[in-house]
C-alpha cells in the first residue's frame, strides 16, 4: 500500500467519523430544540432519514438541509405515533408491575397474553420508524404495514434487537459515546437491516 492510498483511506475514515457525529450531535440539538418531549421522535426519523441516503449511496448530501427538512416534515406523524407507542409502552410497564405482585396467584394464560401483547408492542416499535423514511403512508398504514413485516421478518427483526442492545451496552459501558456517536451507529444498522428487507417487498411489488 502507497503512501496516496494511506491518506485516502485515512480521509475517508475521517469523513465517515466527521458525518457521523454530526448526525449524532444534530439529534440531540433538535431533541433539545424540541424540548425533549416533543423533539426526540422526529429527530430519530431525521437521522434515519440521513443514514439512509448514506446507505443507498447519496453519501454527499447536506447532512443539516437533509436533517432539518425531514424533522419538520415528519414533525407531526412522528410525534403522534411515538406518542402512542410511549403511552403503550408506560401502560405495558405498569401492568408488568401489577403482575410481579400477583405472580403466585397470575393465571398462565394472562402471562402468556402479556408476553404476547408486549412482542407485538416491540416488533411495531422496531419497525414503524425506519417505515416513515422509507414510505409516505397514513399513521394505520405505517403501524399495520410494521405488525406484518416485523412477523414475517423475525430474523431481522431478532437482527435489529441485537445490534441496539449493542450500541446501547457500549454506550453504558462508554457514556461519551452518547453524545458523539451513539444515535448514528444504531441508525444505520437499524437502517441496513430494515432496507434490505424494503427493497425485497419493494422488488417483488414491482
Known sequence: MNGHTIVQSLD???????????????????????????????????TL???????TGARDIHI????????????????IIGWLLAIIGFLL????????????TLPVITLFSFILVAFFYLLITLWVFPMIVNYKDTIMQYVK?????????LHVTLGIMIWLFVVLYISL???????????????????????KTFNKFDQKEQ
Not at 432519514?49 to 446507505?55: D, G
Request: aromatic share 18%.
Open 12 to 46: 475517508t475514515f475521517f469523513r465517515w467519523i466527521t458525518r457521523i457525529a454530526i448526525v449524532n450531535l444534530l439529534w440531540i440539538g433538535f431533541s433539545l430544540l424540541g424540548f425533549i418531549v416533543l423533539g426526540v421522535f422526529p429527530a430519530t426519523v431525521a
Open 145 to 153: 404495514n410494521a405488525f406484518i413485516i416485523g412477523i414475517g421478518k
Open 173 to 195: 459501558e462508554f457514556p461519551t459515546t452518547i453524545i458523539f456517536c451513539s444515535i448514528s451507529l444504531a441508525a444505520v444498522g437499524w437502517n441496513w437491516l430494515t432496507l
Open 93 to 104: 410497564y405498569l401492568n408488568y408491575k401489577v403482575m410481579l405482585t400477583m405472580a403466585d
Open 64 to 79: 443539516g438541509k437533509l436533517f432539518t427538512e425531514t424533522f419538520k416534515t415528519e414533525f407531526i406523524v412522528a410525534n
Open 49 to 55: 432519514a440521513v443514514t439512509r441516503k448514506w446507505l
